[in-house]
Nanobody, 123 residues
Framework: QVQLVESGGGLVQAGGSLRLSCAASGRPFSVYVAGWFRQAPGKEREFVAAINWYGKNTVYTDSVKGRFTISRDNAKNTVNLQMNSLKPEDTAVYYC????????????????WGQGTQVTVSS
């Protein structure tokens, strides 16, 4: 089992930045693909970004390319999501996930999930 705990969410004005962090514990985290997903009210959970186990391969959904950056520190068992130039449409609960397939944006491929952290972007 891998336990994931997100932090760093909050309220920010459009154009601002937030940095989400996900701390992992349990089984060795470094062997897993890690990803971030988000879910807005009334919408399905959607893929945001993923990173492979050694951090050299990253994937982003089109709407966040150039604005968000995913990174990981396996020595600290953390994965981060730096979010810049935030827009109101980025408002959602953001979830950290691990154990998925970096070639797929399907959330059902991920085995482990955090509890989520709220990000609200005001216009």
């Amino acid at each position: 089992q891998v336990q994931l705990v997100e932090s760093g969410g909050g309220l920010v004005q459009a154009g601002g930045s937030l940095r989400l962090s996900c701390a992992a514990s349990g089984r060795p985290f470094s062997v897993y693909v890690a990803g971030w997903f988000r879910q807005a009210p009334g919408k399905e959970r959607e893929f945001v970004a993923a990173i492979n186990w050694y951090g050299k391969n990253t994937v982003y959904t089109d709407s966040v390319k150039g604005r968000f950056t995913i990174s990981r520190d396996n020595a600290k068992n953390t994965v981060n999501l730096q979010m810049n130039s935030l827009k109101p449409e980025d408002t959602a609960v953001y979830y950290c996930a691990a154990g998925g397939d970096i070639s797929s944006s399907d959330y059902s491929t991920y085995r482990y999930w955090g509890q989520g952290t709220q990000v609200t972007v005001s216009s």
